[in-house]
């Protein structure tokens, strides 16, 4: 899980909240918030994964955000939670790739008007990304050059 930060048209800041399956690159979860909180971070991990769907582990970084809660929460939700180390995104860069596909595709064209804006287009980037964007890639990686 990882965050990134937004600018709206208005120079609000906005903050994108995900959560990445590292095995696929399915976007699992995400909202956006103007203020993210430890509750309401809490509040997305029990959205993201309902009903005893949750992993063994999840990665995240160091950010302040995440406070003495956000941990709990993982210990609640049977988690293992694995952060990486202070100023080292390398570490989960299956999330920071997401990020710069996310920004390439999508953020530097369109500038994101408020938050409800924001998460209908990352609603629709999401489902580009996981739908027309990975058989490409997956037969690429395969080596089948048919469907390019």
């Avoid at 970084?61 to 406070?67: A, C, T």
């Avoid at 180390?85 to 920071?96: D, L």
Wanted: some cysteine; hydrophobic content about 35%; proline content about 5%.
């Amino acid at each position: 899980m990882d965050f990134f930060t937004v600018p709206t048209v208005t120079f609000n800041l906005l903050y994108c909240f995900f959560v990445i399956s590292h095995d696929r690159r399915q976007i699992v979860h995400f909202n956006v918030t103007q203020h993210p909180t430890t509750s309401w971070i809490v509040q997305q991990l029990r959205e993201a994964f309902p009903y005893e769907s949750a992993p063994k582990f999840l990665l995240f970084d160091h950010d302040q955000k995440y406070g003495l809660e956000v941990p709990a929460a993982l210990g609640s939700l049977q988690i293992t939670g694995v952060q990486t180390s202070i100023r080292s995104p390398w570490q989960n860069g299956v999330a920071e790739r997401w990020v710069g596909s996310c920004r390439r595709d999508l953020l530097d064209h369109i500038i994101a008007l408020n938050a409800r804006h924001l998460k209908r287009l990352l609603s629709t980037y999401a489902s580009y990304y996981h739908d027309d964007r990975t058989p490409a890639f997956e037969n690429e990686r395969r080596g089948c050059k048919e469907n390019l």
